[in-house]
Nanobody, 128 residues
Framework: DVQLQACGGGLVQAGGSLRLSCAASGFSSDDHIITWFRQAPGKEREAVSGIDYGDGSTYLGDSVKGRFTMSRDKAKNTVFLEMNSLKPEDTAVYYC?????????????????????WGQGTLVTVSS
């Protein structure tokens, strides 16, 4: 079974940085996508960034472009979300989600309902 384990959240001041990790196990091939979503209290779940695990190409949400980057380490079966210039509005629970056949997600990477596997969330709090 596919399992995703997210970690790295914490409390940081505005303007600071954090790196989230999502350790993936159980995928039978590299042909999958892993995406970070976040959900703030009272708000809908929002796609942050996704990565095609096979070729490393990434997707970024408009609200984080220029500040967040996503990468993966195949040797560690882990993807990372590097978050810089954090703002209070980045405060949320961050989840990693995954599904097979990454090529099918070119236009739907940001649709939470399309993902089959979810990790537990990790809380990021940005203080002003």
């Amino acid at each position: 079974d596919v399992q995703l384990q997210a970690c790295g959240g914490g409390l940081v001041q505005a303007g600071g940085s954090l790196r989230l990790s999502c350790a993936a196990s159980g995928f039978s091939s590299d042909d999958h996508i892993i995406t970070w979503f976040r959900q703030a209290p009272g708000k809908e779940r929002e796609a942050v960034s996704g990565i095609d695990y096979g070729d490393g190409s990434t997707y970024l949400g408009d609200s984080v472009k220029g500040r967040f980057t996503m990468s993966r380490d195949k040797a560690k079966n882990t993807v990372f979300l590097e978050m810089n210039s954090l703002k209070p509005e980045d405060t949320a629970v961050y989840y990693c989600a995954g599904s097979y056949e990454a090529h099918k997600y070119a236009d739907t990477w940001d649709k939470a309902d399309e993902y089959n596997y979810w990790g537990q969330g990790t809380l990021v709090t940005v203080s002003s």
